[in-house]
């Protein structure tokens, strides 16, 4: 069983910066490092969206072309922590953003854990 609990989201403009952090508790928590970790966003009336993920190791790391490039996924398997670093935002960006661990994958079925989501809302 993993816990998951997402911080740092907030309202900004287009153009900044923010950072989330998703942390993970369990028993053991050594189950961290079995899993991939992704972000996954929801905006209002739309349906759940895969930005990224990245392996167990952290070794690899993909994300959907809209975020390349400005968006930066990491892990630190030694503080059973994932951060979403969002960079030059833009309002359609705006969602509830939730990390995810399970097998790794672009779909919500191939996660097993969810944490609750954080707001993002970027305005122009």
């Known amino acids: 069983q993993v816990q998951l609990v997402e911080s740092g989201g907030g309202s900004v403009q287009a153009g900044d910066s923010l950072s989330l952090s998703c942390e993970a508790s369990g028993r053991p928590p050594s189950t961290f490092t079995l899993y991939a970790m992704a972000w996954f966003r929801q905006a209002p009336g739309k349906e759940r969206e895969y930005v990224g993920a990245v392996s167990p190791s952290g070794g690899k790391v993909n994300y959907i072309d809209s975020v390349k490039g400005r968006f930066t996924i990491s892990r630190d398997n030694t503080k059973n922590t994932v951060a979403l670093q969002m960079n030059s935002l833009k309002p359609e960006d705006t969602a509830v953003y939730h990390c995810?661990?399970?097998?790794?994958?672009?779909?919500?079925?191939?996660?097993?854990?969810w944490g609750q989501g954080t707001q993002v809302t970027v305005s122009s």
């Open positions: 995810a661990a399970g097998l790794g994958g672009v779909v919500t079925g191939a996660y097993d854990y």
